[in-house]
């Protein structure tokens, strides 16, 4: 019989610190471990079980797509037939499987996200190069638009990751709003510098003077004007 | 065809809890719970698979597997038969179905134990411990031959099956024009992180009983009152713990789902599910209750609400919106959408964590050397992370804490004021 000398409840024999107060605990029986312990060293299985289904749907998936690619591969060496139109059919064709491979969270989520970046731009380039267009989209808003989601949607992440613990109804929308804000600002930016040749804010500007009352005011509310500056603030309204 | 003594029954559709349980089935809330039995020697797989396979003919509402209807879920009786397992998964697994192959349940052993794990939506305590109760003695009489004389609670093999033991009780006594009970609060919920999917810790404190029921006796309430009490405190203590900037949490309700099981109040031999919760509660922006304060609470609360009356309108309510034709007829699929966040956003949400007493297990006296005693846990839930199940046998009261989170300072707070009412706990857990 072994006791825990902090909490001073009976345990088992063979543990090492006390499962209520984790107060380590002597090991007076040494050896004779594992014999007497009442469950087994238990199995998660969620992850084998739900890797079971997400296999067998992607693996479905894979054929559909690579299917495609060998009946458009055929049309196009064998049978000429509009060559442009088949090479748009087989990018999107990539493009589809490659997102969905990354949808499905095979890899650590970061990489996944970087892979669907990627994704993107390889899809984008390639529809460029195709039609072989003339005004340069591709480097003047494609990449760039691209880029900016990307980096946005990381910035959101981060800060979610680092307040989703507190309150939803608070974090949650001031998170939005500065989505929206970073993105906006950007996506001006963007056509600015394209269209009059240099970096100059318009609408954007009008957003995320809006934006950051709202975020201001919603953590004003969650976390109340500190007891300084009320005063500070009654003092000078004369109140 | 073969001439059945018992004509066997081709469906049994869902009762009122089971449409529920079945609806909200995820990954993490299985709607499994566990009742493990320790023996004094190590168990026999042999004779437990022999003794399963005898006994299984007397529970043909059990021998049955669970399919997709349209609308709802059913159970259909199926000619396979179930088989034991050693014990290699975390407890209370999730159920997975596949057509005509599993069961609603499940008989594991490892080493001294035998665990029965039951889908909460075939039966509910009640009924799990009759059918485990009925696996004992039909084990031992295999294994030493011990005919005992009086079963108790089990089942006799060779008498016929009552259509009153599968039959939905909810429905029998629900009556058209009651009205249903007030709306809940939202109260108090465990902060803690929880587990990875598919982890499920179990802890169990056993204490002797005769000195809990003379404290109680002490205080003028019953055993489960006593116990729910000095839980109540231990979740208050807690949250008057929390640090000065969490000073919301200090101002909420604390709630805890107590179920009643409805057989002695509704007369009634179901095997099936058949409860009702009722959730005392105590409001700390009305300041600290003390333990007496937290006694008269319940004792209060239990005499306003635990009669048959107030009841009736709860079994009335659930039956009811089950009835609902436009919940009717959505589709399985949609339902199964939209179940689990329902259940998660306003089923539980008004109690913080739960207690059900099943109150004395026996075994019949010529088992009872080799029998040592009795656990239940409750299943997983992802918003109430810690709930416990208590049960009796021979003197050995078994505090049964099942939880989806590492925290154990919530049990730490209940025992040590166990301990400090002078009464030996004895901790054991599946927790590495």
Redesign the interface.
């Known amino acids: 019989m072994a006791y825990?000398p902090k909490?001073?409840?009976?345990?088992?024999d063979d543990v090492r610190s006390?499962?209520?107060?984790?107060f380590p605990i002597p090991d007076v029986n040494e050896g004779r471990h594992s014999e007497d312990s009442?469950?087994?060293?238990?199995?998660?299985?969620?992850?084998e079980?739900?890797l079971g289904k997400k296999n067998k749907a992607f693996f479905s998936i894979t054929i559909i797509a690579l299917s495609m690619v060998v009946i458009i591969g055929v049309i196009y060496l064998v049978y000429p037939w509009n060559h442009v139109l088949l090479r748009y059919i087989m990018v999107a064709d990539f493009c589809v499987l490659a997102m969905v491979f990354f949808s499905m969270g095979y890899l650590h989520p970061n990489y996944n996200f970087l892979g669907a970046y990627i994704t993107v731009v390889i899809t984008c380039l390639s529809v460029y190069l195709i039609s072989g267009s003339q005004s340069g989209w591709f480097l003047n808003f494609a990449l760039p638009i691209a880029t900016l989601l990307y980096l946005d949607v990381s910035l959101f992440r981060f800060i979610f990751k680092h307040t989703r613990?507190k309150s939803q109804f608070v974090f949650i929308p001031s998170n939005l709003i500065l989505f929206v804000i970073v993105l906006a600002i950007g996506i001006d930016g963007i056509i600015s510098l394209n269209v009059l040749g240099s970096v100059s804010l318009t609408w954007s500007l009008i957003m995320a003077v809006a934006g950051t009352c709202i975020i201001i005011l919603l953590q004003t509310i969650y976390h109340r004007i500190p007891e300084k500056t009320r005063k500070m603030m009654k003092k000078k309204m004369h109140v | 065809m073969m001439a059945e003594k018992n004509p066997k029954k081709k469906f049994y559709s869902l009762d009122n809890a089971g449409v529920l349980y079945t609806a909200i089935a995820s990954s993490r809330m299985t709607t499994v719970y566990r009742m493990t039995v320790e023996l004094s020697e190590a168990v026999e797989p042999m004779t437990l698979q022999n003794a399963l396979e005898l006994i299984i003919h007397r529970f043909p509402y059990f021998q049955v597997t669970l399919k997709r209807g349209f609308f709802w879920y059913y159970y259909e009786h199926t000619e396979a038969i179930p088989k034991v397992e050693e014990e290699t998964y975390y407890p209370c697994k999730t159920m997975r179905q596949r057509q005509g192959k599993t069961f609603p349940f499940r008989v594991l052993y490892y080493k001294k134990y035998i665990h029965v794990e039951f889908n909460h939506s075939i039966c509910d305590g009640s009924g799990g411990l009759a059918f485990l109760q009925t696996l004992i003695i039909e084990y031992f009489k295999r294994l030493k031959g011990i005919i005992p004389e009086n079963i108790g609670k089990a089942m006799d093999l060779d008498a016929e099956v009552d259509p009153g033991e599968f039959e939905d009780s909810f429905k029998v006594y629900y009556e058209e024009n009651v009205p249903p009970p007030p709306s809940s609060k939202k109260v108090f919920h465990f902060p803690f992180e929880l587990l990875d999917k598919g982890e499920y810790l179990l802890l169990t404190g056993f204490v002797p009983v005769t000195p809990m029921l003379a404290l109680a006796k002490s205080h003028g309430c019953t055993l489960t009152q006593f116990i729910l009490a000095l839980y109540f405190e231990s979740i208050q203590e807690y949250i008057i713990g929390l640090p000065i900037s969490e000073n919301k949490k200090r101002r909420q309700r604390i709630a805890i789902n107590v179920p009643v099981d409805l057989r002695r109040m509704f007369p009634s031999i179901t095997l099936r599910n058949f409860f009702i919760s009722l959730n005392p509660e105590i409001d700390l922006a009305l300041g600290y209750y003390t333990r007496a304060e937290i006694i008269e609470q319940i004792k209060g609360y239990m005499g306003l609400y635990m009669n048959r009356k107030h009841i009736n309108r709860y079994i009335s309510r659930n039956v009811r919106n089950q009835q609902l034709i436009f919940l009717r007829i959505i589709p399985l699929w949609v339902k199964k959408l939209l179940m689990p966040v329902v259940y998660k956003r306003y089923g539980e949400r008004s109690y913080t964590s739960g207690l059900s007493n099943l109150g004395v297990v026996t075994v019949p006296e010529e088992l009872r050397p080799y029998v040592k005693s009795f656990e239940v846990f409750p299943p997983p839930s992802a918003e109430s992370r810690l709930k416990m199940v208590t049960v009796s046998y021979d003197n050995k009261l078994a505090l049964c804490f099942g939880k989806t989170t590492s925290e154990t300072v919530i049990e730490k707070l209940f025992f040590s004021k166990i301990r400090q009412l002078g009464i030996p706990v004895k901790i054991e857990t599946n927790k590495r």
């Not at chain 1, 909490?7 to 088992?12: D, L, P, R």
């Not at chain 1, 006390?18 to 984790?22: A, G, H, Q």
């Open positions: 825990c909490c001073g409840v009976e345990v088992e006390c499962p209520l107060c984790d009442k469950y087994p060293q238990a199995i998660n299985t969620y992850d079980d739900h613990h």
